[in-house]
């Protein structure tokens, strides 16, 4: 690799000096995969810390450099909510793609169980985020604490749309991919599923491991887990105090009846989410200021290396670049 010399005369290689030209200097490694890594950087045009996701086109297998990365880089660059991971450009460098994205300082959802009040708020958002999403016809397909971030004012941040796609109403999908983890029962049997309901089953496992911090079936053995999904056998820790609200919410949200199984506008009015008449007027103006429809969103043909987590002793347990994924998307 050609190396440049920087402002402090220290050799620094071509990406950087590139990056350096477009006003980035990089800083320290957030996470890396098997052909992506992820860095944090310092934006001189915007005055502020951001994420630079560096994507290796000759380490990535064909399909993804050909079907999934024109797609994610389609959709990322058109989000415009607050609890969407917001892109600010992407360009392409010596056969590297080169994202760069908003900065969440404060991690994801792997944190351990967060006090019910809280959960509450975070989930409000992560609905929010999901319900913007299906309102443009996108479904993001890897939902997961994980791809679940949290800026510095801890508020949800929906990232990374390597599986994400567009659909029509009515579309029934018989592609499958994302976290074995937080797959319905109907996409690990393989069968044709409505593509949104992709999405509402891994809501309703990301809300009970932000209560619970545990996963709510175990995915080492999948086609156990398939028979306890099935069996509806979600148990909760009787050490945790977990509403009856609440966990009537997660049990209507990994309903096996995909006609029962509940829609995100059922869930703003279950009862663990009301809120105040007040609190909701304001919430109501907010909301529709908020989740307007991406303008001139164009729709093609419907058509990454993380951790996951385990069930283990009431704890999340890190599994890195170790989950069993689906990826015949």
């Known amino acids: 690799m050609s190396r440049c010399a920087g402002k402090d005369g220290i050799l620094i290689s ?13 800083g320290s490694l957030l996470g890396e995969g098997s052909y992506a890594k992820v860095k944090s950087a310092h934006s001189d045009k915007l005055q502020k810390r951001v994420a630079v996701k560096i994507i290796n086109k000759k380490k990535a297998p ?60 975070k989930f409000k958002e ?18 997961k604490c994980e791809n679940v971030l949290l800026d510095k004012q801890n508020r949800i941040k929906v990232s990374d749309y390597g599986f994400s796609r567009y659909f029509n109403p009515g579309d029934i999908s018989k592609t499958f991919c994302g976290s074995a983890a937080y797959a319905a029962p109907e996409i690990l049997q393989g069968t044709p599923y409505h593509v949104p309901l992709h999405d509402i089953w891994s809501m309703g496992v990301v809300l009970y491991i932000m209560v619970c911090a545990s996963m709510p079936y175990d995915d080492s053995n999948i ?16 050490t945790k105090n977990i509403s009856d609200n609440c966990k009537d919410l997660i049990h209507k949200i990994l309903e096996v009846n995909v006609k029962k199984r509940l829609p995100i506008t059922s869930m703003l009015e279950h009862p663990w989410l009301q809120v105040s008449s007040h ?29 996951t987590q385990k069930k283990s002793a009431g704890k999340v347990v890190n599994k890195s670049h170790g989950e069993q994924v689906i990826q015949q998307c």
């Open 62 to 121: 064909k399909d993804f450099r050909e079907k999934f990365l024109p797609r994610e880089l389609d959709i990322a660059s058109k989000l415009d909510h607050p609890n969407t991971i917001k892109m600010f450009e992407y360009f392409e460098f010596h056969n590297k793609v080169f994202i760069i994205m908003e900065y969440c300082g404060h991690g994801d959802l792997l944190e351990g169980a967060l006090p019910e009040d809280v959960a509450k708020e």
């Open 223 to 238: 086609k156990k887990m398939v028979k306890d999904q099935l069996e509806r056998k979600v148990a909760f820790s009787k």
């Open 279 to 307: 609190e909701k007027k304001l919430d109501r103006h907010d909301h529709s200021q908020r989740l307007g429809l991406l303008p001139n969103l164009a729709e093609p043909n419907p058509g990454s290396s993380s951790k």
């Open 126 to 143: 992560l609905v929010s985020a999901i319900d913007y999403l299906h309102k443009n016809k996108i479904v993001h397909r890897d939902l």
């Open 14 to 26: 071509d990406e950087e000096c590139e990056l350096r030209q477009r006003g980035y200097v990089l």
